[in-house]
């Protein structure tokens, strides 16, 4: 007897033809259209959510010494702090990172596109800094990771579960403005999720943002992620062939709807 005889049969869906599959799958894909409107409406009321001011200073360890939330945002306005657990007392220390907290750090995208949309992404532990360098390198991580040195994770709802802190920086002040957990985070590590819980958002002229928020072409800012400048103009060929890209959908979708 094989060892996959001995598995519980698994009822999967029935076998159809070709017409009948593209069938079923248009009949989901207006479930899934409208998944996609109410996620995109979620995000917009995101943005219009009330920010609370951050009154208390608080002081992280980096590879080059003490920074001060501020110093975070690496000059952008937005910061996205991830609190991952590595530290003594968590579940594969010394040598790994909390597992869940590890699954996040895989996925995250290349960071220039966040960058590009004035967007900074970091993750804080209280492992000391030559502990994160040493998982750093061999997990193959790189983002910006901080060590904790005070109240930051409880103060910010933290301290003994993993979660994402959302925060704007406009001058001196810095406000909070989302925070999700639990689920919430496992859907993180794209570009696109990041910035939909930010206050700008994606920055889109799409999107229904508040008046007087940054918005650019959709897809004319896009970018190869060593390739991006700072305040560089989109590049020609790129408009023009993104231009055409939207063009042949928008035809295509109507010929379909006749």
């Given at each position: 007897?094989?060892?996959?005889?001995?598995?519980?049969?698994?009822?999967?869906?029935?076998?159809?033809?070709?017409?009948?599959?593209?069938?079923?799958?248009?009949?989901?894909?207006?479930?899934?259209?409208?998944?996609?409107?109410?996620?995109?409406?979620?995000?917009?009321?995101?943005?219009?959510m009330p920010w609370t001011?951050?009154?208390?200073?608080?002081?992280?360890?980096?590879?080059?010494?003490?920074?001060?939330?501020?110093?975070?945002?690496?000059g952008r306005r937005q910061?996205?702090?991830?609190?991952?657990?590595?530290?003594?007392?968590?579940?594969?220390?010394?040598?790994?990172?909390?597992?869940?907290?590890?699954?996040?750090?895989?996925?995250?995208?290349?960071?220039?596109?966040?960058?590009?949309?004035?967007?900074?992404?970091?993750?804080?532990?209280?492992?000391?800094?030559?502990?994160?360098?040493?998982?750093?390198?061999?997990?193959?991580?790189?983002?910006?990771?901080?060590?904790?040195?005070?109240?930051?994770?409880?103060?910010?709802?933290?301290?003994?579960?993993?979660?994402?802190?959302?925060?704007?920086?406009?001058?001196?002040?810095?406000?909070?403005?989302?925070?999700?957990?639990?689920?919430?985070?496992?859907?993180?590590?794209?570009?696109?999720?990041?910035?939909?819980?930010?206050?700008?958002?994606?920055?889109?002229?799409?999107?229904?943002?508040?008046?007087?928020?940054?918005?650019?072409?959709?897809?004319?800012?896009?970018?190869?992620?060593?390739?991006?400048?700072?305040?560089?103009?989109?590049?020609?060929?790129?408009?023009?062939?993104?231009?055409?890209?939207?063009?042949?959908?928008?035809?295509?979708?109507?010929?379909?709807?006749?």
């Amino acid at each position: 007897m094989t060892a996959s005889s001995n598995r519980t049969r698994m009822h999967t869906p029935p076998v159809v033809s070709p017409q009948e599959w593209e069938a079923a799958r248009q009949q989901l894909l207006v479930k899934e259209k409208a998944h996609t409107r109410a996620r995109d409406a979620l995000a917009a009321e995101r943005r219009r959510m009330p920010w609370t001011t951050v009154t208390q200073a608080y002081a992280f360890e980096g590879p080059s010494g003490t920074l001060a939330l501020p110093d975070l945002f690496d000059g952008r306005r937005q910061l996205i702090v991830y609190r991952a657990f590595f530290e003594p007392g968590v579940y594969g220390w010394p040598e790994h990172a909390c597992r869940g907290c590890s699954m996040v750090a895989d996925q995250v995208a290349h960071l220039a596109h966040l960058n590009a949309r004035d967007t900074t992404l970091v993750f804080v532990s209280r492992a000391s800094q030559a502990d994160i360098a040493r998982l750093k390198a061999r997990m193959g991580w790189t983002m910006p990771w901080y060590t904790l040195t005070d109240g930051f994770d409880a103060d910010f709802g933290v301290d003994e579960w993993h979660g994402t802190n959302v925060f704007y920086r406009d001058g001196d002040q810095i406000f909070r403005t989302y925070f999700l957990n639990n689920r919430g985070d496992e859907q993180m590590g794209g570009t696109w999720n990041y910035l939909d819980i930010t206050p700008l958002g994606r920055q889109e002229v799409w999107e229904d943002s508040p008046e007087g928020y940054p918005q650019t072409p959709t897809y004319k800012w896009w970018n190869w992620h060593d390739s991006y400048l700072p305040d560089a103009p989109p590049d020609k060929k790129w408009v023009e062939i993104s231009d055409a890209g939207e063009a042949a959908f928008r035809a295509q979708s109507a010929s379909l709807k006749r």
